[in-house]
């Protein structure tokens, strides 16, 4: 769940500061704001001034201890940020490609030395290593 789905479900909920939230905690009768919420790394805190376990709190608002972690979800749909330019891999491709069309061309009328085979083997690892940057933009 987000920090925010979690505020839904609360009431009297304040905005304390950077990311800071104080709301009515659900699992004891609360006339002031004590429940507190944090976002911190990949987790949601909640701290009940009143003195309720956070399981209470949890359960007065029908979620459960898995339901404070922070859905990773939306950071796979991020786009990987490339070293390379678009150009750079076109680029890249097209040397990397046409060194082994004429490798595998030669290859038909005489058998490859060490060198262009290790050529070939890292031109063709090059053109995997583009694809896979233009599939992880998306
Ligand atoms: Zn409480």
Redesign the pocket.
């Known amino acids: 769940m987000t920090i925010e789905e979690i505020l839904d479900r609360l009431e009297g909920v304040k905005k304390h500061g950077n990311g800071r939230f104080m709301a009515k905690?659900?699992?004891?009768q609360?006339k002031t704001a004590?429940?507190g919420v944090t976002e911190k790394d990949d987790r949601i805190l909640l701290h009940?001034?009143?003195?309720?376990e956070t399981r209470?709190?949890l359960g007065?608002m029908g979620l459960e201890m898995h339901d404070l972690f922070i859905d990773s979800h939306q950071d796979w749909k991020k786009p990987i940020k490339s070293r390379w330019s678009a150009t750079q891999i076109l680029e890249g491709l097209g040397e990397a490609m046409s060194e082994v069309v004429l490798l595998l061309t030669r290859q038909k009328t005489q058998k490859l030395n060490d060198l262009e085979l290790d050529r070939l083997r890292h031109f063709s690892n090059t053109i995997i290593i583009l694809c896979n940057e233009v599939t992880a933009r998306g």
């Open positions: 905690c659900p699992s004891h609360d004590s429940l009940c001034f009143g003195g309720c209470w709190v007065g």
